[in-house]
């Protein structure tokens, strides 16, 4: 059983920070791509920041230079921090993990995609 829980929002002034994390619960599986997707009222879900099993971060171009992601892999945890934040930040952010496991004695594999419940981030002009 994969679970995906996130944490830290909440409500923060225009201009401050906060920190989001996203952790990956279960076993018998490694995390691929691991990242954060953002959806505002009446807007669609939209790219934040993910980073490859490699580590290398992609990011939305609204939140560049602004927000940073990391990951422990170790704890198959991500998190994102948000500095510099602004009213059209405020949204519920949802953590997006791919998780690959291996299915026979030959070694294939399959993937899939899993969401978190998300965590609301408010941001008060």
């Known amino acids: 059983q994969v679970q995906v829980v996130e944490s830290g929002g909440g409500l923060v002034q225009s201009g401050g920070s906060l920190r989001l994390s996203c952790v990956v619960h279960?076993?018998?599986?490694?995390?691929?791509?691991m990242g954060w997707y953002r959806q505002a009222p009446g807007q669609e879900r939209d790219l934040v920041a993910v980073?490859?099993?490699?580590?290398?971060?992609n990011y939305g171009d609204s939140v560049k230079g602004r927000f940073t992601i990391s990951r422990d892999y170790a704890k198959n945890t991500v998190y994102l921090q948000m500095n510099s934040l602004k009213p059209e930040d405020t949204a519920i952010y949802y953590c997006?993990?791919?998780?690959?496991?291996?299915?026979?004695?030959?070694?294939?594999?399959?993937?899939?995609?899993?969401w978190g419940q998300g965590t609301l981030v408010t941001v008060s002009s």
């Open positions: 997006n993990a791919e998780i690959e496991r291996v299915v026979n004695v030959e070694g294939a594999k399959v993937t899939k995609v899993y």
């Open positions: 279960g076993s018998g599986f490694s995390v691929n791509t």
């Open positions: 980073m490859t099993r490699g580590g290398v971060a």
